[in-house]
């Protein structure tokens, strides 16, 4: 019995498990062997790359369009478009601009108010850049609104189409401003505003409060729009298709131009007959006309992205948002410098009345947020990003801090 009971001790039956495991075939496999294979399936379905909603929508409705038409590898500026140089994709520019300028115009006195969240005395432009940066990113990823509109028309890429390029460069790029908001950053860094900090060692929190805001909400927007594209797609679009043809659209964008161009027109009288302390003409204005040169200027720069050192770098947006900060930085010198402590360099009201139509309205236009963000989150590779980033963030604030820092130093500036 003994010997009995020692044999049964015996791992007699470890084969008999080290085979009970078989593969799909029936075949039979080690324990070890198993458990590796099981880790190895495992780990191949944890990498394993799923594809998003927004992708399956991408394959099913560019297809037979070009990859290109989704995000393009070369230009990854917006307002880059093969017919650029037609009449109509430029005067749709124009009539779009002027609704761009102001609704930037009519956000800033909207969100001024005493006790804001996000405070600026002078009228911040972080909700507009945010808008501008919505808008945008809408625009370019509603994959399926576009090809609806493609469909017959003999055309490949939606910025073909010249109502995209009147919401991109037209409409957002005359909403949002880069220049603006680095004066804003400027002024709140320095303390001149109604408000003072507690003292001066308070400025380096403001400089990274009001940068992180100024350019982390216009991301978010951007996002947000990638989003809503997809809602917009999938749920709305659907009930619009029977609209969305090549011949309605180009029915639109022509009407647009008409209306855009007697808005002009009518505009150019309206600044040349009402006076200066008339609310519409002091708001609102001249900044539409001197807007609509600066997006006209912002817009034939473009096609200058992709040129020159990297084929990758938006070298046409990197020019308009330098030219804009550099003169938009001698504009708000001469606008708000003080020639004594209690005088200005400018006191004319119409000296005044012009230099900010310039301000708002030209290079408002001019520097584009939108575009910027678009720009900067379409392009490939981090260091890509960082560079185009800090490549046009340094030198504008360079020139604000080297014109405007050396006169508030010497002088003076007017607390907006």
């Known amino acids: 019995m003994v010997e009995s009971t020692d044999n049964t001790l015996e791992p007699t039956s470890m084969p008999q498990v080290v085979t009970s495991y078989t593969d799909e075939n029936n075949f039979p496999l080690s324990h070890s062997h198993s458990i590796v294979s099981t880790i190895e399936e495992e780990l191949t379905n944890a990498l394993k790359e799923t594809t998003t909603r927004q ?13 290109e038409f989704w995000k393009p590898h070369n230009i990854m500026s917006v307002e880059d478009t093969p017919f650029s140089k037609r009449y109509l994709v430029t005067l749709i520019v124009i009539a779009f601009s002027i609704p761009g300028n102001l609704a930037r115009d009519s956000m800033i006195l909207l969100t001024k108010y005493d006790n804001s969240y996000i405070n600026f005395s002078g009228g911040t432009v972080v909700w507009i850049n945010f808008s501008a940066s919505f808008v945008m990113s809408w625009c370019n990823n509603s994959v399926k609104f576009w090809s609806i ?74 996002i947000l729009g990638k989003h809503f594209a997809l809602f917009f797609d999938t749920y709305l679009v659907p009930y619009m298709a029977g609209f969305l043809t090549y011949k309605n659209v180009r029915v639109f ?20 007959t009402l006076n200066v302390t008339y609310f519409y003409k002091e708001t609102y204005s001249f900044a539409i006309l001197m807007g609509v040169f600066g997006a006209l200027l912002r817009f034939k720069l473009s096609s200058f992205n992709g040129r020159f050192v990297y084929p990758w770098y938006p070298t046409g947006t990197f020019f308009a948002n330098i030219i804009g900060c550099f003169i938009i930085s001698i ?48 392009l490939d590779y981090p260091l890509y990003q960082h560079i185009y980033f800090w490549s046009t963030f340094i030198p504008c604030f360079i020139f604000i801090i080297l014109i405007d820092g050396s006169y508030a130093w010497a002088r003076g500036f007017k607390h907006v």
């Open 149 to 222: 509109i493609l469909e017959n028309s003999g055309k490949t890429n939606m910025k073909q189409l010249a109502l995209h390029t009147a919401i991109t460069s037209g409409f957002c790029g005359s909403f949002s401003t880069f220049s603006s908001s680095l004066i804003e950053i400027f002024f709140k860094t320095i303390d001149i505003v109604k408000n003072p900090l507690p003292n001066d060692g308070y400025r380096v929190m403001e400089f990274f409060a009001s940068s992180l805001t100024a350019f982390a909400l216009p991301i978010f927007g951007h």
């Open 331 to 378: 504009l708000y010198l001469l606008m708000l410098g003080l020639q004594t402590k209690d005088s200005l360099i400018i006191e004319n009201n119409v000296h005044q009345f012009i230099i900010k139509g310039f301000s708002s309205g030209f290079c408002g236009s001019l520097t584009t947020m939108s575009s910027f963000i678009n720009e900067l989150y379409n």
């Open 253 to 272: 964008e022509i009407f647009c131009v008409i209306i855009g161009s007697a808005a002009l027109i009518a505009n150019l009288v309206l600044t040349c």
């Open 55 to 67: 992708e399956e929508l991408v394959t099913s409705e560019i297809t037979p369009f070009q990859l």
